[in-house]
T-cell receptor, first 111, second 112 residues
Framework: QQQVKQSPQSLIVQKGGISIINCAYE??????FPWYQQFPGKGPALLIA?????SEKKEGRFTISFNKSAKQFSLHIMDSQPGDSATYFC??????????FGAGTRLFVKA | DTAVSQTPKYLVTQMGNDKSIKCEQN?????MYWYKQDSKKFLKIMFS???????INETVPNRFSPKSPDKAHLNLHINSLELGDSAVYFC???????????FGSGTRLTVV
């Protein structure tokens, strides 16, 4: 049972463009929606996160948009740079001590 | 000043062997986790420990046994290793009331 669905699987964007990754979840009890960035050979690193009482959160070039009624949230990377090339994971905190991750999106930013 | 450190970074072993992976965090976090990342990059939770107490055991075979001697350490012992255990294992931690995780750099386990 896949509780969080992430798309696309892979994404190629030109330098300076906008990268958009989407996630959809099923359970309205989820209370925290983070995005993680993972470079090859490294562990995932928390990038930005949002709670369900907020519709948007921006940190530098990274923005989360959250649509509670549609049970969807997305990551927007503005002015994408080659250094942003990595795998991005959305996740949901289910309550208790458990976070479930999406399947990941491999982003490649062309110079 | 590594926040979450795992050892070893690489582990190559034969089927049937027993091996351990160690994890230590110096962040003062109360909760620690083990995640398994398969070859398709999918991250799946295995165990959660809070204040040395096992909270979540996510239907992991009982060949996997976590141990938390104190809040700063969470080790993973694996008995009778199988080919399907080959993966990258990540340790992570989080502070009380905060659900953002700090991950270690992973242990790549290869069973041959």
């Amino acid at each position: 049972q896949q509780q969080v669905k992430q798309s696309p699987q892979s994404l190629i964007v030109q330098k300076g463009g906008i990268s958009i990754i989407n996630c959809a979840y099923e359970n309205t009890a989820f209370d925290y929606f983070p995005w993680y960035q993972q470079f090859p050979g490294k562990g995932p690193a928390l990038l930005i996160a949002i709670r369900p009482d907020v519709s948007e959160k921006k940190e530098g070039r990274f923005t989360i948009s959250f649509n509670k009624s549609a049970k969807q949230f997305s990551l927007h990377i503005m002015d994408s740079q080659p250094g942003d090339s990595a795998t991005y994971f959305c996740a949901v905190h289910t309550g208790g001590f458990k976070t479930i991750f999406g399947a990941g999106t491999r982003l490649f930013v062309k110079a | 000043d590594t926040a979450v450190s795992q050892t070893p970074k690489y582990l190559v072993t034969q089927m049937g062997n027993d091996k351990s992976i160690k994890c230590e965090q110096n962040l003062g976090h109360d909760t620690m986790y083990w995640y398994k990342q398969d070859s398709k990059k999918f991250l799946k939770i295995m165990f959660s420990y809070n204040n040395k107490e096992l909270i979540i055991n996510e239907t992991v075979p009982n060949r996997f046994s976590p141990k938390s001697p104190d809040k700063a350490h969470l080790n993973l012992h694996i008995n009778s290793l199988e080919l399907g255990d080959s993966a990258v294992y990540f340790c992570a931690s989080s502070p009380p009331g905060d659900y953002g995780y700090t991950f270690g750099s992973g242990t790549r386990l290869t069973v041959v």
